[in-house]
T-cell receptor, first 113, second 115 residues
Framework: AAGVIQSPRHLIKEKRETATLKCYPIPRHDTVYWYQQGPGQDPQFLISFYEKMQSDKGSIPDRFSAQQFSDYHSELNMSSLELGDSALYFC????????????FGPGTRLLVL | QQQVKQSPQSLIVQKGGIPIINCAYENTAFDYFPWYQQFPGKGPALLIAIRPDVSEKKEGRFTISFNKSAKQFSLHIMDSQPGDSATYFCAASDAGGTSYGKLTFGQGTILTVHP
């Protein structure tokens, strides 16, 4: 079965640089979620999109923005990167947001030097 | 403020044992409670989930027990195997509300199953 695809899998950036993370949801899934997981931490919700519209927003810094495109893939744009942004970034997708069943991608490991 | 509290932080059992991981939640609007398994450097994988209209759900070796009045739920792993060694997260969402199903996670439990 097709799974959530994330790219790149690993990313190394310098402070103050920008980064773009991409997420391709499971086919026919209409909702995408982004989570950030620091070392030894639980995943923290950043932002979600339903049918290409932002549906909810969590603890996402103003330096970050995201969108969902017409083909349902999503991109998380991160600017003015800080050391503290180093983390695993997961995308999850859901067929029906109201049912809450989310399937996670393999994640992008971001390291900011 | 952690809306979903998970315990223990770590757990060591012998092969064949039955580890039990507990979670408690505060928000009575939560109506969907999944458990995820995560291996190092990998994404969380959905194990089993329950909704508050049932008190127990079993899938293979995994069982969720749910106590709505106490706002608690737990995961039992029957006949645990070394391959079950991973971090387990409970989570909760207000799937029927305006949050469009965002998950709030517990702090995680590192399970080690010795051969």
């Amino acid at each position: 079965a097709a799974g959530v695809i994330q790219s790149p899998r690993h990313l190394i950036k310098e402070k103050r640089e920008t980064a773009t993370l991409k997420c391709y949801p499971i086919p026919r899934h209409d909702t995408v979620y982004w989570y950030q997981q620091g070392p030894g931490q639980d995943p923290q919700f950043l932002i979600s999109f339903y049918e290409k519209m932002q549906s909810d927003k969590g603890s996402i810094p103003d330096r970050f923005s995201a969108q969902q495109f017409s083909d349902y893939h999503s991109e998380l744009n991160m600017s003015s990167l800080e050391l503290g942004d180093s983390a695993l970034y997961f995308c999850a997708s859901s067929l029906d947001a109201l049912r809450g069943t989310q399937y996670f991608g393999p994640g992008t490991r971001l390291l900011v030097l | 403020q952690q809306q979903v509290k998970q315990s223990p932080q770590s757990l060591i059992v012998q092969k064949g044992g039955i580890p039990i991981i507990n979670c408690a939640y505060e928000n009575t609007a939560f109506d969907y409670f999944p458990w995820y398994q995560q291996f190092p450097g990998k994404g969380p994988a959905l194990l089993i989930a329950i909704r508050p209209d049932v008190s127990e759900k079993k899938e293979g070796r995994f069982t969720i027990s749910f106590n709505k009045s106490a706002k608690q739920f737990s995961l039992h792993i029957m006949d645990s195997q070394p391959g079950d060694s991973a971090t387990y997260f409970c989570a909760a969402s207000d799937a029927g509300g305006t949050s469009y199903g965002k998950l709030t996670f517990g702090q995680g439990t590192i399970l080690t199953v010795h051969p």
